[in-house]
């Protein structure tokens, strides 16, 4: 069955830290998707990521980088130098090729920086 | 920039009463979809239309009716509140269904209070 793990509920860092969130997936398919999206206090879902189960090159964006691991069906995600804006709730997701048209959601990590 | 619209953002319903939440797209996207979000269990699908002219039940669809409108238009029917069915309800919509790897984009979403 799909499924998508955030086991972090919630995290607490002092702005400049680096801070990992981390997304565990399960899929019987062997094509899928998988996403990250920020929601933040104002409660809209921002696009950050999508990532194909083919391409498991890391991916950097300024201080934001995705480490995607087929062989322990992860998709973390690492924001350097965090920075107050950065707080959010941080939402991994799963789509897959056979199941057409659902996007399946982990449950979220909150992510408090202090400044 | 629109993007994915959704009317209205606050509402408080009386148990048994019904509302519709609308749900416009400006991105010309075949797909558009209904979630709601309750704390600590992320994103959940209610219904989801493919294409025009399709509609088609998520993971909790009991309480709710949709009608695809138009290729823009996408409502979500509550038909006799319930208080289980307070939450924030998020329409979304994407080129093509997501199995494709298409990125679902989302609305600011509407905060439903049943009381």
């Known amino acids: 069955a799909q499924k998508v793990t955030q086991a972090q509920t919630e995290i607490s860092v002092v702005e400049k830290e680096d801070v990992t969130l981390d997304c565990v997936y399960e899929?019987?398919?062997?094509?899928?998707?998988l996403f990250w999206y920020k929601q933040p206090p104002s409660g809209e879902l921002v696009f950050l990521i999508r990532?194909?189960?083919?391409?498991?090159q890391n991916e950097i964006s300024g201080r934001y980088s995705w480490n995607f691991q087929k062989s322990t069906s992860s998709f973390n995600f690492t924001i350097t130098a965090s920075q107050v804006v950065d707080s959010a709730v941080y939402f991994c997701?799963?789509?897959?090729?056979?199941?057409?048209?659902?996007?399946?959601f982990g449950t979220g990590t909150r992510l408090q920086v202090f400044p | 920039n629109a993007g994915v619209t959704q009317t209205p953002k606050f509402q408080v319903l009386k148990t048994g009463q019904s509302m519709t939440l609308q749900c416009a797209q400006d991105?010309?996207?075949?797909?558009m979809y209904w979630y709601r979000q309750d704390p600590g269990m992320g994103l959940r699908l209610i219904y989801y239309?493919?294409?025009?002219?399709?509609?088609d039940k998520g993971e909790v669809p009991n309480g709710y009716n949709v009608s695809r409108l138009n290729k823009r238009e996408f409502s979500l029917r509550l038909e006799s509140a319930a208080p289980s069915q307070t939450s924030v309800y998020f329409c979304?919509?994407?080129?093509?269904?997501?199995?494709?790897?298409?990125?679902?984009?989302f609305g600011e979403g509407s905060w439903l209070t049943v009381v």
């Open positions: 979304a919509s994407s080129e093509l269904p997501t199995g494709s790897g298409n990125t679902i984009y």
């Open positions: 899929t019987r398919d062997t094509t899928y998707y």
């Open positions: 990532r194909n189960s083919f391409d498991e």
């Open positions: 997701a799963l789509s897959e090729a056979y199941n057409t048209d659902k996007l399946i």
């Open positions: 991105m010309n996207h075949n797909s």
């Open positions: 239309s493919a294409s025009e002219g399709t509609t």
